[in-house]
């Protein structure tokens, strides 16, 4: 297996542990200028030199993927392409060195793209009485997440802590909820006909309703939620509080994911669960069968095992509807979501719906070489009436097929042969043979030719150096 050129990532996190280049050579037991050229890709790192970096700087091995990196550098592709910048081709290689060279300079270069994006749009933007515009709200909440590694240890360990006081097996723990809610907080927990909602707390009634229109999954899941609400509140706030959030509804809705966090967390925790993944091999279904809970809930679940020290699989997660909005995203496994555009349709993510209720598995491959184990399923929530049109969600996950062989998805494929390959989304993409390409990339000129018709319905001239 090749060494892994780490420069970037050690740079960076150097510099946010405030090491000079000669202090952290010293702890590492090399000189300064070898640590130079590792920083600059010029060397690459020993397993033993591997081990010291670990130590030294107290991260995982995964911490050193450059997975921080390869993203920021996804976005920073999208924003040099967008034709309305009115700018020259920005060449990878320039892209890659200023986010070597200069991370925060690179964020703050996402930062302003996507506040001219909400400028220039006007439809997603929020206008606080001064007249300042702000992010969205749920992009906000979506980065406060994701920067976070969608790991959060206090409401890990306020969840661990009501565990324990319940002491019951995970398929007792729905009930053991609803005793805890009655006995503690008087609280009557029903079901039974909400319209327009699934869940309805009221607290001078000291009652908790819940449609009947969830599935059994579901509704514990929302019991857990008030659980979370009534006696997880501190570590909840304390957090938003170091979040900082610009606006009330981006606090409304970071306060709700963490609670929703909390109670995936209370309903899956941490250290069973993660042996049990380890032990089914990570089959969703098998998963959600013995902690009671839904293959979706299981799916985030998994891509939130971020513990130092105690790392699960690195996953990367998705929720999309059929038109492609994303609702949920996070990539632990470092797969190159586009923040700003449509994904690839060649992606199994969009072949999920053709066969709904059951995942489909696809070994999918970047035009950087990079490749990834991926699964997906659609899910059909059910209709509050006849006529009403189903709210349809694809679920997707994946991993570094480096992982194959510890999830059961992976069984009966020949990882070699089922290679697909895929694009970060059209506008990115630079295959020239596609038939599936919605629109040309941008950073090329379109060759028209009345004269002849190709299979790719956008032929398009090789980038200009």
């Known amino acids: 297996m090749a060494r892994p050129l780490i420069g970037r990532t050690l740079r960076r996190l150097r510099q946010e542990r405030g090491f000079t280049q000669q202090a952290l050579a010293a702890r590492l037991g090399i000189s300064a200028s070898y640590l130079n050229l590792i920083e600059h890709d010029q060397r690459t790192v020993t397993a033993s030199l591997l081990i010291k970096l670990t130590e030294t700087l107290q991260v995982d091995l995964t911490a050193l993927s450059g997975i921080e990196e390869r993203q920021l550098e996804v976005q920073l592709r999208e924003v040099f392409a967008d034709p309305l910048l009115g700018i020259e081709t920005v060449p990878d290689t320039e892209t890659a060195s200023l986010v070597a060279s200069s991370p925060a300079a690179a964020r703050a270069v996402l930062a302003l793209y996507r506040a001219w994006r909400v400028a220039r749009e006007d439809a997603g933007g929020i206008a606080l009485p001064s007249g300042r515009r702000i992010l969205l709200p749920t992009e906000e909440t979506r980065d406060v997440f994701n920067d976070r590694a969608n790991h959060f240890a206090p409401l890990e360990e306020a969840a661990e802590a009501l565990v324990a006081e319940l002491a019951v097996r995970p398929a007792e723990m729905n009930h053991a909820i609803a005793e805890r809610l009655r006995r503690r907080h008087g609280l009557t927990v029903t079901v039974g006909t909400l319209p327009g909602a699934l869940r309805r707390y009221d607290p001078m009634a000291h009652s908790l309703t819940l449609s009947e229109m969830l599935p059994r999954e579901s509704r514990g899941f929302h019991m857990a939620f008030q659980l979370a609400l009534l006696e997880a509140r501190d570590p909840v706030e304390a957090l938003l509080a170091e979040v900082t959030p610009s606006s009330p509804e981006a606090t409304a809705l970071i306060r709700i994911g963490l609670l929703n966090y909390t109670a995936a967390a209370l309903l899956m925790p941490y250290a069973p669960f993660a042996a049990a993944a380890r032990e ?31 790392r699960g699989l690195p996953f990367f997660f998705l929720r999309v509807d059929p038109a492609g909005n994303v609702s949920k995203r996070f990539s632990a496994a470092g797969f190159p979501f586009a923040r700003f555009g449509g994904s690839c349709p060649r992606w199994v993510v969009h072949g999920a719906m053709t066969t709904p209720g059951r995942v489909v598995v696809q070994v999918a491959q970047l035009p950087d070489g990079a490749t990834f184990l991926c699964f997906a399923r659609a899910m059909i929530a059910a209709t509050a009436r006849w006529g009403e049109p189903p709210a349809v969600r694809i679920v997707a996950m994946g991993c570094d097929i480096s992982h194959a062989e510890s999830v059961v998805y992976a069984d009966g494929i020949d990882l070699e042969r089922a290679v697909v390959g895929i694009g970060l989304s059209c506008r990115l993409c630079e295959r020239p043979d596609c038939r599936s390409r919605a629109f040309p990339p941008l950073e090329h000129r379109l060759a028209l030719d009345p004269l002849t018709t190709g299979t790719n319905p956008y032929r398009f001239e090789a980038r200009r150096k």
């Open 280 to 310: 089914l091999r990570h089959d969703v279904e098998a998963l959600a069968a013995r902690f009671g809970v839904s293959f979706e809930q299981v799916c985030q679940r998994l891509s939130s095992l971020q513990r130092t020290g105690a």
